[in-house]
């Protein structure tokens, strides 16, 4: 038998491996090239029985925290194996959990599902959030961009600003809670600070957590002292709130706001004590002005009535020392006759003005009593106790909210203070004003008196047979009575300066009054005023130990969000949706990666190019 040579022996056994491999149905073709599965068609299945479902919201944002791609991973909980369909404004779906294939027309998702859980994703068409996330970086007070901010060296701040998306269901803004972490690799970033966010060791990073609550605007910034800054992306996580609290122990609370309770009715009730007290000062004030203003009114007509009585009496004097000394110095038989016997008229004539004389003085005496009496009462009532710089500067920082009235009781006090004043200076010639008074009208009506009897005498005397018997005896009188007119004139004299004295100064008290008056009624205003807030103050915590546990609870409710229904946030069209949680993250910040250099790749070789290399 002729021998094979080993060459094309073995060249015999290289064809047979090759068309072993390369003819279809064979083992290894089988599994080298495996057939892609057919496409399960809609409804090829019975429709599997409604199910619950979850929902992960994933979000992709730019390191500035724009929103650059979302995407949702639904969970559907399948009682038996068949078709069904969910819902979803979606461009592209993606099975998660087999290879069966998922369909998409329009927004609603169509896959033949096994028993148990089926996972795909969903991209939103649109992608949008319910927060509006807004990240802002500066490096040493300079505002730069993420790609700026790479690899940089300084003082680095990093704000970052949530509010609500108002393009999206507000149930999720509403009622969830965001968290937000910010990692910072320590060998790069030092001296870290994130006022209001929690600070904790993760490794060689430092992790700053910060929570907004729900329904929230959030504000928060981190600073950090970086050396070649770079950071891993920003992570943000949201799900509903619940967090059921028990109330507190507010009982001692309770009993400090009965304290104040009871001091707000105590300071209610004094408060309008004083407002009825502010009322009554006024109306007194007032009263008082008006008597004032009355007998400043009197006293003026008095100073120029006393004027024109000082000058009647002066003539009234002259006019009895002229006939006295006539009549004491004529001699028995050469006094005029005639001129005697007018004198009985004439004496006659000055009785009648002084009897006018003391009727004025009586009535403005009447008129003095009745004004000055409540004017001294009242006058004397004002506290004679000073209030000093300091005590006035305790009140203003004691009750900073009151300056306005405060100010209106320092402008009362002062013109208290300057009224009771002038008043310690007149009292004197008030207090003896009305005896002074009662002696000039006693004074006036005796010279009157006297007047009266000597005309009376002098007539006498001139009519009957002895007239010049009796002219010594008139002489006489008429002397007494001039010396006693003398001593009246005087005192006239004294009383008419005392007068106009009385009234210069009465021009001030009166002005004082005037200005009691109209501050008792401000005084009195303002007082009401602070009555009626006091009243409301009272009325607003006369329940307040009550109303306690109410608050805290309802504060406490705001926070359990265990009632709250979810909804999808893929679509409206998906019931039975028990869960929905979002989890977000920013770009890194660093440097661009250089380069590497690309080697050219050798060519693949063929499995023929294989084969004849056995034979090389």
Same mark, same amino acid.
Not at 152 to 171: E, F, M, Y
Not at 391 to 408: C, H, T
């Given at each position: 038998?002729?021998?094979?040579?080993?060459?094309?022996?073995?060249?015999?056994?290289?064809?047979?491996?090759?068309?072993?491999?390369?003819?279809?149905?064979?083992?290894?073709?089988?599994?080298?090239?495996?057939?892609?599965?057919?496409?399960?068609?809609?409804?090829?299945?019975?429709?599997?029985?409604?199910?619950?479902?979850?929902?992960?919201?994933?979000? *992709?944002?730019?390191?500035?925290?724009?929103?650059?791609?979302?995407?949702?991973?639904?969970?559907?909980?399948?009682?038996?194996?068949?078709?069904?369909?969910?819902?979803?404004?979606?461009?592209?779906?993606?099975?998660?959990?087999?290879?069966?294939?998922?369909?998409?027309?329009?927004?609603?998702?169509? @896959?033949?599902?096994?028993?148990?859980?089926?996972?795909?994703?969903?991209?939103?068409?649109?992608?949008?959030?319910?927060?509006?996330?807004?990240?802002?970086?500066?490096?040493?007070?300079?505002?730069?961009?993420?790609?700026?901010?790479?690899?940089?060296?300084?003082?680095?701040?990093?704000?970052?600003?949530?509010?609500?998306?108002?393009?999206?269901?507000?149930?999720?803004?509403?009622?969830?809670?965001?968290?937000?972490?910010?990692?910072?690799?320590?060998?790069?970033?030092?001296?870290?600070?994130?006022?209001?966010?929690?600070?904790?060791?993760?490794?060689?990073?430092?992790?700053?957590?910060?929570?907004?609550?729900?329904?929230?605007?959030?504000?928060?910034?981190?600073?950090?002292?970086?050396?070649?800054?770079?950071?891993?992306?920003?992570?943000?996580?949201?799900?509903?709130?619940?967090?059921?609290?028990?109330?507190?122990?507010?009982?001692?609370?309770?009993?400090?706001?009965?304290?104040?309770?009871?001091?707000?009715?105590?300071?209610?009730?004094?408060?309008?004590?004083?407002?009825?007290?502010?009322?009554?000062?006024?109306?007194?004030?007032?009263?008082?002005?008006?008597?004032?203003?009355?007998?400043?009114?009197?006293?003026?007509?008095?100073?120029?009535?006393?004027?024109?009585?000082?000058?009647?009496?002066?003539?009234?004097?002259?006019?009895?020392?002229?006939?006295?000394?006539?009549?004491?110095?004529?001699?028995?038989?050469?006094?005029?006759?005639?001129?005697?016997?007018?004198?009985?008229?004439?004496?006659?004539?000055?009785?009648?003005?002084?009897?006018?004389?003391?009727?004025?003085?009586?009535?403005? *005496?009447?008129?003095?009593?009745?004004?000055?009496?409540?004017?001294?009462?009242?006058?004397?009532?004002?506290?004679?106790?000073?209030?000093?710089?300091?005590?006035?500067?305790?009140?203003?920082?004691?009750?900073?909210?009151?300056?306005?009235?405060?100010?209106?009781?320092?402008?009362?006090?002062?013109?208290?203070?300057?009224?009771?004043?002038?008043?310690?200076?007149?009292?004197?010639?008030?207090?003896?004003?009305?005896?002074?008074? *009662?002696?000039?009208?006693?004074?006036?009506?005796?010279?009157?008196?006297?007047?009266?009897?000597? @005309?009376?005498?002098?007539?006498?005397?001139?009519?009957?047979?002895?007239?010049?018997?009796?002219?010594?005896?008139?002489?006489?009188?008429?002397? @007494?009575?001039?010396?006693?007119?003398?001593?009246?004139?005087?005192?006239?004299?004294?009383?008419?300066?005392?007068?106009?004295?009385?009234?210069?100064?009465?021009?001030?008290?009166? @002005?004082?009054?005037?200005?009691?008056?109209?501050?008792?009624?401000?005084?009195?205003?303002?007082?009401?005023?602070?009555?009626?807030?006091?009243?409301?103050?009272?009325?607003?915590?006369?329940?307040?130990?009550?109303?306690?546990?109410?608050?805290?609870?309802?504060?406490?409710?705001?926070?359990?969000?265990?009632?709250?229904?979810?909804?999808?946030?893929?679509?409206?069209?998906?019931?039975?949706?028990?869960?929905?949680?979002?989890?977000?993250?920013?770009?890194?910040?660093?440097?661009?990666?250089?380069?590497?250099?690309?080697?050219?790749?050798?060519?693949?070789?063929?499995?023929?190019?294989?084969?004849?290399?056995?034979?090389?």
């Amino acid at each position: 038998m002729k021998k094979i040579p080993k060459i094309f022996a073995m060249a015999v056994t290289a064809t047979a491996v090759l068309l072993f491999v390369l003819l279809p149905g064979s083992a290894f073709s089988q599994t080298a090239a495996p057939t892609e599965p057919a496409a399960s068609s809609p409804g090829s299945r019975a429709a599997a029985a409604s199910a619950s479902r979850e929902e992960v919201v994933y979000a *992709n944002l730019s390191p500035d925290g724009g929103v650059k791609e979302v995407y949702v991973v639904s969970v559907l909980h399948n009682g038996d194996a068949g078709t069904v369909n969910d819902y979803g404004d979606y461009a592209a779906v993606k099975n998660l959990t087999d290879t069966a294939h998922v369909t998409l027309q329009g927004d609603q998702v169509t @896959a033949d599902v096994p028993k148990g859980d089926f996972y795909y994703q969903g991209t939103l068409l649109r992608p949008e959030l319910p927060w509006s996330i807004d990240v802002s970086f500066t490096l040493d007070g300079a505002e730069l961009t993420p790609d700026e901010l790479a690899g940089k060296s300084g003082h680095v701040a990093i704000n970052i600003r949530t509010i609500q998306n108002p393009n999206t269901d507000p149930l999720f803004f509403d009622n969830y809670l965001l968290q937000i972490s910010v990692t910072l690799d320590t060998s790069k970033c030092a001296n870290i600070t994130a006022p209001g966010g929690l600070v904790a060791n993760a490794g060689i990073n430092k992790l700053v957590t910060y929570t907004v609550m729900p329904g929230k605007a959030g504000d928060m910034t981190v600073e950090t002292d970086a050396a070649d800054f770079s950071m891993n992306g920003i992570e943000l996580s949201a799900v509903p709130l619940s967090m059921r609290l028990d109330p507190p122990d507010t009982s001692a609370m309770k009993a400090d706001l009965q304290k104040l309770t009871d001091a707000v009715a105590e300071l209610n009730d004094g408060l309008a004590q004083l407002e009825n007290g502010s009322l009554e000062l006024k109306n007194g004030a007032g009263d008082l002005s008006g008597g004032s203003s009355s007998f400043a009114a009197g006293l003026r007509d008095l100073t120029g009535s006393a004027a024109g009585l000082y000058g009647g009496s002066a003539q009234i004097k002259e006019a009895l020392n002229t006939i006295a000394g006539s009549m004491n110095g004529a001699p028995g038989g050469s006094l005029d006759l005639s001129g005697l016997m007018r004198l009985p008229d004439g004496l006659l004539q000055l009785a009648a003005g002084l009897d006018g004389v003391s009727s004025g003085l009586m009535e403005l *005496n009447a008129g003095f009593t009745a004004s000055y009496a409540p004017l001294k009462a009242a006058l004397l009532e004002i506290p004679g106790t000073a209030i000093s710089d300091a005590e006035w500067a305790r009140l203003y920082q004691n009750n900073p909210g009151d300056k306005d009235l405060l100010d209106q009781l320092a402008a009362y006090y002062a013109s208290a203070v300057k009224t009771k004043a002038v008043f310690e200076n007149v009292q004197p010639l008030f207090d003896t004003m009305e005896s002074s008074l *009662n002696q000039l009208s006693a004074s006036a009506g005796q010279i009157s008196g006297a007047l009266k009897e000597t @005309a009376a005498q002098i007539k006498a005397a001139l009519e009957g047979s002895e007239a010049f018997a009796q002219l010594s005896q008139l002489s006489s009188g008429l002397v @007494a009575l001039s010396e006693q007119y003398g001593e009246f004139h005087e005192g006239l004299m004294l009383f008419t300066g005392g007068v106009s004295e009385l009234n210069k100064n009465y021009g001030s008290l009166n @002005a004082g009054l005037s200005g009691l008056r109209d501050g008792a009624a401000e005084l009195s205003g303002g007082l009401g005023k602070a009555a009626d807030g006091v009243s409301e103050l009272h009325d607003g915590v006369s329940d307040l130990p009550q109303k306690t546990d109410e608050e805290i609870q309802k504060l406490l409710d705001e926070y359990d969000k265990s009632d709250i229904k979810p909804v999808s946030f893929a679509s409206p069209k998906n019931i039975n949706t028990t869960a929905v949680q979002f989890v977000m993250k920013t770009d890194k910040i660093e440097l661009p990666e250089a380069p590497e250099t690309i080697q050219e790749a050798a060519p693949s070789k063929t499995i023929l190019d294989r084969f004849l290399d056995l034979f090389r």
